[in-house]
């Protein structure tokens, strides 16, 4: 076959154009930093690297999702612990009035901030994290004891002293849930609706126990006692449930760092190894160059 010099430029161009292409890509992978710079350059990489950032999304998900739940359960401990104190005062405020030997303006003065640690408590079973209710169940948007005229047919009228506010229990014992893993759902909540109930319901005995005698209030010792052990209970199972927390946020925090390992795996650039080719395909460029420059003949125009 004959080679004409035609064919000599057009395959000199093709040659220089390609390593143009190839100069251009590795400057491009060194300035981006990733050796991916279209799905073509490595479609199975290319393909791993959705899978990794998928897994990644999730985790930051799932991340979110644990400062909700750490915000929840931190919010629920400290008001579990003022319920505690509150019922710890009623508690000795009974133990002193179960005394015969108070006076009626001692017995009206512990009267009085009863009723208060009564509507205490009452607020801090209203507590919310954000613009949700932490004790009403489901019904987020609901407080557990809202003022009303009205009462739930399951449950007696929850008056304090004088009788003005008849509130209605409201939320339920559903479970809030909350997915922190893949595949695994978590109980934000407590529930507490009965706890709040019963606790109401012993303020309200010793509210009308403290207009009778000593002997009356003697027995109330061992309720509020039991009603001080359902809040513990239930702040240890708070207290277990952070714990837990903890051990997923390190899980978490381990994935993410494997996975951000992996995607740098396969789709990092190696500087040196990048730097290297770029410059050989430099000097084979400068090659082609010169060589091409003896290939292409002059034309009567270059002697004219």
Do not use: C
């Not at 959705?50 to 909700?68: D, F, V």
Request: no cysteine.
């Amino acid at each position: 076959m004959r080679i004409t010099q035609t064919m000599l430029s057009n395959n000199m161009l093709r040659n220089l154009s390609n390593s143009y292409l190839k100069m251009g890509k590795l400057q491009e992978q060194l300035s981006s930093g990733s050796k991916l710079t279209k799905p073509s350059d490595d479609p199975v990489a290319a393909v791993k690297g959705m899978s990794y950032r998928t897994t990644l999304a999730k985790n930051e998900q799932y991340t979110r999702n644990m400062n909700e739940v750490n915000s929840w359960l931190d919010t629920t401990d400290s008001t579990l612990s003022e319920v505690n104190k509150a019922l710890q005062r009623v508690k000795d405020l009974v133990t002193q009035a179960a005394n015969d030997t108070n006076t009626p303006e001692d017995r009206e003065a512990m009267q009085k901030e009863v009723d208060q640690l009564r509507l205490q408590i009452r607020d801090l079973a209203n507590t919310q994290q954000g613009n949700k209710y932490l004790f009403a169940g489901t019904a987020t948007d609901e407080p557990l004891f809202a003022g009303s005229s009205a009462t739930m047919n399951d449950d007696p009228p929850l008056l304090i002293t004088d009788g003005t506010s008849k509130p209605v229990l409201g939320g339920n014992n559903k479970s809030v849930d909350i997915e922190i893993y893949e595949g695994i759902t978590f109980q934000i909540n407590e529930n507490a609706r009965s706890l709040f109930h019963g606790i109401d319901s012993m303020m309200q005995e010793v509210q009308k126990g403290l207009k009778g005698t000593g002997s009356d209030l003697s027995n109330l010792i061992g309720t509020v006692s039991a009603q001080t052990d359902r809040v513990l209970e239930m702040q240890a199972g708070v207290g277990a449930k952070q714990n837990r927390i903890d051990v997923m946020t390190d899980r978490l925090s381990s994935q993410k760092i494997n996975v951000t390992k992996q995607i740098s795996n396969n789709e990092d650039v190696e500087y040196e190894d990048a730097i290297t080719q770029l410059i050989t395909e430099e000097s084979i460029h400068r090659a082609a160059l010169s060589v091409g420059a003896k290939i292409i003949q002059p034309t009567l125009v270059d002697f004219l």
